[in-house]
């Protein structure tokens, strides 16, 4: 009876697990991927030059002002780029953990099927399954049991319907 509420929490942790892809990926990029000091040496150019054309009158000078404009653009495409660079390897490790999650999700599932595959995990008589006795049975093929491959597929059913349910 435990492995029964063992498998039904598996198979909700494995559907809920995708929706928080996003936030795993956020701690992970926190771990894996940095800012670089050359970039945070840009941006600090940046708010110098930023600072100091703050302080420069447009319409009286306008050559120098001009000039470090042209120098805070070359900074922020340099800037751009590497930030598109690490944003290109968040998205990269957003698809990964995607994947993770899916392989194991699939690995558990397929090793809980061949660890199982012989042992009912619950009893019943075998006329109240009548017409489905044997889909019920998978992949036992005890008349009555009740078979792993059965209730992953009725824990994921109902696991879906209380999702559709909670977003409507």
Not at 120 to 132: A, D, G, K, R
């Amino acid at each position: 009876m435990i492995f029964l509420i063992v498998v039904f929490l598996l198979v909700l942790l494995f559907s809920v697990l995708p929706s928080y892809s996003g936030d795993i990926t956020k701690r992970l990029s926190k771990f894996l991927l940095h800012v670089s000091d050359e970039e945070l040496n840009l941006r600090s150019q940046v708010r110098e030059l930023k600072a100091e054309q703050d302080s420069i009158s447009m319409t009286d000078e306008f050559a120098r002002y001009a000039k470090i404009q042209r120098r805070i653009d070359k900074l922020m495409t340099q800037v751009k780029e590497s930030n598109s660079t690490r944003m290109q390897k968040s998205s990269l490790l957003s698809m990964l953990v995607r994947i993770v999650i899916y392989v194991t999700q699939a690995l558990t599932m397929i090793t809980l099927v061949f660890r199982y595959r012989n042992e009912p995990l619950l009893m019943f008589p075998s006329e109240w399954f009548y017409p489905l006795q044997k889909f019920v049975a998978l992949p036992t093929g005890i008349p009555g049991a009740l078979g792993i491959a059965c209730w992953i597929m009725v824990c994921t059913a109902t696991v879906y319907r209380i999702k559709q349910f909670l977003v409507s």
